[in-house]
């Protein structure tokens, strides 16, 4: 029996450094429409993580058998990308439609938890959100925009508000209701690049650009 066909998919990676109250306040902050898949690779800085191919099983064994989207936290992000790549050239198309950074650089653009190459080298035609907080939105301007290499479907900059960690749940579960739920069931958005100066639900946009 199929279950929770109705409910688009959202998996979770948090990084090794991600608090477990990060992942659960978000988690309760989505809404219903969307089910969630929580991985944790790596939960201590001792553990390295699985391989994405690793990854994709655990996703596919969680009965996720269509388009999905990803957030990863940091090194999860940068996972979130491998794992989107697998499923591509499993699949020879997008099946990741989204996925969703926060609090972290583009890989190779950082020395403290350094990307392995193949990550490096990844580039998906999923779309790109890259999301930080009005704190650390200009700390590393240059490793941010280098998400852009990234994607061939462009590359989204968000600023969400600082504030109690509720608060920022709550605008970032915004954000992404407002970019997966109007797209559940449809395929996959444009891929034709564009600007967003708009304020969005959830955070404002400060710039959105395709490589």
């Known amino acids: 029996m199929t279950v929770h066909q109705d409910r688009f998919p959202l998996v979770?990676?948090?990084g090794p450094d991600t608090p477990v109250a990060?992942?659960?306040?978000?988690?309760?902050?989505?809404?219903?429409?969307?089910?969630?898949?929580?991985?944790?690779?790596?939960?201590?800085?001792?553990?390295?993580p699985g391989p994405p191919e690793v990854l994709a099983r655990q996703v596919r064994d969680a009965g996720v058998s269509g388009p999905f989207a990803v957030h990863g936290w940091g090194t999860g992000a940068h996972l979130g990308l491998a794992l989107a790549g697998v499923f591509e050239r499993a699949l020879g198309r997008a099946v990741c439609t989204t996925l969703f950074v926060s609090d972290a650089v583009a890989p190779g653009r950082t020395?403290?938890?350094?990307?392995p190459a193949d990550v490096r080298r990844t580039v998906t035609e999923s779309r790109l959100v890259v999301c930080t907080d009005r704190t650390s939105a200009g700390s590393d301007g240059a490793g941010l925009r280098a998400w852009c290499r990234h994607s061939?479907?462009?590359?989204?900059?968000?600023?969400?508000?600082?504030?109690?960690r509720a608060a920022r749940a709550a605008a970032l579960s915004r954000l992404i209701a407002a970019r997966l739920l109007p797209a559940?069931?449809?395929?996959?958005a444009t891929r034709a690049a564009r600007r967003v100066t708009a304020p969005v639900p959830g955070g404002d946009v400060v710039a959105g650009s395709a490589p």
């Open 184 to 188: 559940a069931g449809r395929p996959s």
């Open 12 to 14: 979770l990676l948090p």
């Open 111 to 115: 020395t403290t938890s350094p990307a």
């Open 22 to 48: 990060e992942v659960s306040g978000l988690a309760r902050a989505l809404p219903a429409a969307l089910r969630l898949v929580v991985l944790r690779p790596g939960t201590e800085a001792s553990t390295p």
């Open 152 to 164: 061939t479907s462009g590359t989204e900059f968000v600023t969400l508000p600082s504030g109690p």
